[in-house]
């Protein structure tokens, strides 16, 4: 591929963020967001820290919620993942000092707030303080918990399926649910084989309404299941019969149900980390919400721009990548196909056209077999618990990416120096690392230690840096195309086999994300796994593993269930391979607000095993629906 030009490196980087923001629900509720938000008078359109107004009845609700939960949790943990370096920009207590409780009391009035409480609640307004509308959502999300006990499941018509669920009846409906999925994916026949691409078909979803049917009649009675063929032909039928009553309101009949299962619970959950990965960035290299570190590319502005409009400028980011997913030249088809293999880097968007830049590593070159080797050892410390070592490591990847971009790139001269001062910094840190390892090798004879100054020698040595690509051109020009629903794509795939092969590319490029990271070259940060999507699976059973703790790291956990997150979405928004057939036409689908059907979009077995559906982003306040604390009950 060519070799393309830095029209920028340091991008203007929130100057126009928000203003061009194509955001779903736009900020608004200044009058709710002090009522929420500002106990210390703290203005909603700025970048100061707000504090939660603990007079205010719906604080006090979520505070009673996340109060029971932070109290009966163990010692060890990990109801609560809330990043230590957002707390800290946020200027909260975190760290040691929150894990050997001796954090400042939080008292009001005589109301202790737990600190873990008090932190989700002071950055829940912060992070949401530019889409009012969904930080109402979120926090009526929190209120509504289903702190889930041990106890017989039994059926209420007047309460709402999600919030009458007990243990038992979790469990059950975990069992039954893969039963179903089974016995439907069987009668698809032929038809549901994933050989198919555009002409194969999807499982049936299950809407709100039939899961009432489901609790009712199946759950709640001990000795009703769905283990046989007649068993299923009878559910079926029955099925047909319960949704013509009027036991279900009209919108449990037009919403599906989507599950994802999560160790851990924060006001950023159900975003896509292209979201969260963008919000770490700025705390880690901003000081305070309205000062950078002392060193930072970025600038005091920059920081302060960031933390007064959150929610947009981490959307807009992560828009620009998805884009770049999406648009990215059809040439590198054969690359970016090898979703398991070949390794992609996020980056800004340096030439400003609204579309993130991308550099694709060829791993059977020299340098980009070495920057797998390195990634590979970063993911098994990770795995291993081993995270200090491992946040070294990437330091050293960081380097190592730099140069691959300096390898293929043009200098516009205004922005060399800034550059060349991102290099220096990143090869100051490694040659202080390379001495510290040295030492250690000659006190130690310590053999991984050679091992690794070998790996940082390699890269500081490195002049010729093959098998890089750097992408800043889009397939067309998009800048009129962006405005539309489909945001030009059927234009630049005018055939339903080629649209198939980029919807599949992308969502694969989530399903295997370990493949794909995020960096910035402008101001120093890498961060692994970068997607901008949110997955969930639209069956529970595949969604229920990863209520543990470290599942999807292959780690133990620490033996409970925690959290169960229930999303309901619009029959429309459920976008299949087999809709390929029907309309095919701009109007198809809302790029942004589709769930991708992964399982009728996908070459790889993960992506049929998991059931999943995909959005770009975060889910939005009216898709929120349930969540489920499983910390109490008995695991199966």
């Excluded at 493949?515 to 529970?540: C, E, H, N, R």
């Amino acid at each position: 591929m060519r070799k393309l030009m830095f029209a920028a490196i340091v991008w203007s980087i929130l100057g126009n963020a928000y203003a061009t923001s194509t955001l779903v629900e736009y900020p608004q509720g200044s009058i709710l967001w002090n009522e929420f938000c500002n106990a210390n008078a703290i203005e909603q359109d700025s970048a100061d820290i707000p504090y939660p107004n603990y007079k205010n009845g719906e604080i006090l609700k979520a505070v009673e919620k996340l109060n029971y939960i932070a109290n009966a949790q163990e010692a060890d943990s990990d109801t609560f993942w809330l990043y230590s370096d957002i707390e800290k920009v946020y200027n909260l207590c975190t760290g040691t000092k929150k894990q050997n409780h001796t954090c400042p009391e939080i008292n009001v009035n005589g109301l202790i707030v737990h600190q873990n409480t008090h932190n989700f609640l002071t950055i829940l307004c912060g992070e949401f303080r530019d889409n009012v509308a969904l930080l109402e959502a979120k926090l009526k999300w929190v209120q509504n918990i289903n702190i889930v006990k041990n106890q017989k499941q039994t059926y209420d018509k007047n309460k709402g399926v999600w919030e009458q669920l007990t243990g038992s009846g979790y469990n059950n409906l975990v069992r039954q649910s893969g039963r179903l999925y089974n016995f439907r994916l069987n009668a698809l026949g032929s038809n549901g084989s994933s050989n198919k691409t555009v002409d194969q078909h999807s499982v049936d979803a299950m809407t709100t309404c039939e899961y009432r049917y489901l609790l009712k009649q199946y759950i709640s009675k001990e000795d009703k299941n769905v283990y046989y063929e007649e068993d299923f032909a009878k559910y079926e039928q029955g099925l047909q019969k319960f949704f013509n009553t009027s036991e279900c309101s009209e919108d449990e009949k037009t919403h599906y149900n989507e599950f994802r299962g999560d160790g851990n619970f924060k006001p950023q959950s159900l975003e896509s980390n292209a979201f969260i990965w963008n919000t770490r960035i700025f705390s880690q290299n901003c000081k305070t919400t309205k000062q950078a570190n002392p060193g930072s590319v970025l600038t005091n502005e920059q920081c302060e721009n960031y933390f007064k409009h959150p929610f947009s400028s981490r959307y807009n980011l992560a828009m620009e990548g998805v884009y770049r997913l999406f648009f990215y030249p059809k040439e590198l088809d054969r690359v970016m196909e090898r979703s398991s293999v070949e390794l992609v880097f996020m980056t800004e968007d340096l030439n400003k056209d609204g579309v993130a830049d991308m550099i694709v590593l060829d791993v059977s070159e020299k340098p980009g077999e070495k920057i797998a080797q390195l990634r590979a050892q970063i993911t098994a410390l990770k795995k291993a618990g081993q995270h200090g070592i491992a946040n070294v490591y990437t330091k050293v990847m960081h380097f190592a990416l730099l140069k691959a971009g300096l390898s293929v790139a043009q200098i516009d001269p205004q922005y060399e120096k800034v550059l060349e001062q991102s290099l220096i910094t990143a090869e100051k840190v490694i040659i202080e690392l390379k001495a510290k390892w040295q030492e250690k090798v000659d006190k130690e004879g310590n053999d991984n230690f050679k091992k690794d100054i070998e790996v940082i020698d390699y890269f500081l040595n490195l002049e010729n840096f093959d098998g890089v690509n750097f992408v800043t051109e889009t397939e067309n020009t998009l800048e009129k195309s962006l405005g539309l629903l489909d945001k030009g794509f059927f234009d630049v795939f005018p055939r339903k086999e080629d649209a198939w092969n980029r919807i599949a590319t992308v969502l694969d490029r989530h399903t295997d994300w370990y493949k794909i990271d995020m960096l910035y070259l402008g101001y120093g940060f890498y961060q692994p796994t970068y997607s901008p999507w949110v997955a969930s699976s639209y069956y529970i059973n595949k969604s229920d593993v990863f209520t543990k703790p470290g599942y999807a790291m292959g780690l133990a956990g620490d033996g409970h269930k925690h959290w169960m997150f229930v999303q309901k979405v619009k029959m429309h928004k459920w976008y299949r391979a087999y809709d390929m057939n029907g309309s095919w036409n701009k109007n198809a689908f809302d790029l942004l607000n589709t769930w991708f059907d992964e399982t009728t979009f996908s070459r790889t077995g993960l992506g049929a095993q998991e059931q999943g559906w995909d959005r770009f982003g975060s889910v939005t306040s009216d898709e929120l629906d349930a969540n489920l604390w499983l910390y109490e009950i008995n695991p199966e």
